[in-house]
Each structure stands twice: as structure tokens, then as C-alpha cells.
């Protein structure tokens, strides 16, 4: 389903800064969503997962995620996803149907399969230590151009 959405979305979340909430939900919506256009015509990187699943991401687990906390958190991190510009609402929930977003993030497949490490994207880490600059989080040294 979405892998490569999902590896956009962790991208996508560092870009724009998004808390924790936030950015658990937008992973979840994409690893819920289709890549490319799915088998049954569905469109790629749309979410309509529904209120309860999405609590579930957060750490709501049923009963709790249909509680009044869980619908409040749901409702902050959707917020803070729409307004940093990482989705956006395609449809309205009602009428026992659940809303509809559409991710904002890449999805497609890399052209030949896989990735050359030299296209790697590496983002930044700001250790505390000296020696930390210009290492990655995994404590490679990173190669400059």
C-alpha cells in the first residue's frame, strides 16, 4: 500500500516541523493509502480511515479511541496537518461515511527500483557533543560533494 508514502511523509514531517501527534498520524495515513491508483480505482495518497483508526495511531486503543480525549487529540493533530499543508480535506464525515483527506506527499515509486545512495536525502542532525557536525543520526559521516 503506502510505503513510499510513508517514506515521504517521514520527509514531509521534518520539513514542516510537526509535532509528535501530527506526524504519527500522517504516517498512518500513509502507510493506509495507495502508492499509485488502486486496483479498485481508488485515487493515490487519499486517507478515509475514520475518526477511530486515527486514535489508534495516536495511542488511543477501543474502547478509548471513540472516547472525547481521543475525538480532541484526533481533531488537534488533523489541525496542525492541514494547516502546515501536509493534507487536505477532499470531503466532509457524515452521513456514516468518514472523511476523506489527500496526503501531500510523494509517493512514487523511484525509477529503476532502487535508490543510488549518492540520491539519498540526509537530513541534518544537531548532536550535542563535539564532533557531532556533519554525522548523520546513525553516526555515519556524511560525504560532501
Given at each position: ?32 493509502c495507495w502508492d499509485g491508483e488502486a486496483p479498485d480505482g481508488r485515487l493515490p495518497r487519499r486517507y478515509f480511515g ?6 489508534i495511531a495516536l495511542g488511543y486503543m477501543a474502547p478509548d479511541n471513540a472516547s472525547p480525549a481521543a475525538r480532541q ?73
Amino acid at each position: 500500500m503506502g510505503l513510499y508514502a510513508a517514506k515521504g511523509a517521514v520527509i514531509l514531517a521534518a520539513r514542516l516541523q510537526l509535532g509528535n501527534a501530527a506526524t504519527r498520524l500522517l504516517l498512518h495515513m500513509a502507510l493506509e493509502c495507495w502508492d499509485g491508483e488502486a486496483p479498485d480505482g481508488r485515487l493515490p495518497r487519499r486517507y478515509f480511515g475514520g475518526r477511530e483508526m486515527a486514535a489508534i495511531a495516536l495511542g488511543y486503543m477501543a474502547p478509548d479511541n471513540a472516547s472525547p480525549a481521543a475525538r480532541q487529540a484526533v481533531k488537534r493533530a488533523i489541525s496542525e496537518l492541514t494547516g502546515k499543508g501536509a493534507i487536505v480535506r477532499v470531503r466532509t464525515g457524515g452521513r456514516g461515511l468518514p472523511a476523506e483527506y489527500e496526503l501531500l506527499v510523494a509517493s512514487a515509486r523511484p525509477v529503476g527500483g532502487r535508490r543510488a545512495v549518492d540520491n539519498a536525502v540526509v537530513l541534518p542532525f544537531h548532536g550535542r557533543g563535539q564532533g557531532d557536525a556533519g554525522r548523520t543520526p546513525q553516526g555515519v559521516a556524511r560525504r560532501t560533494p
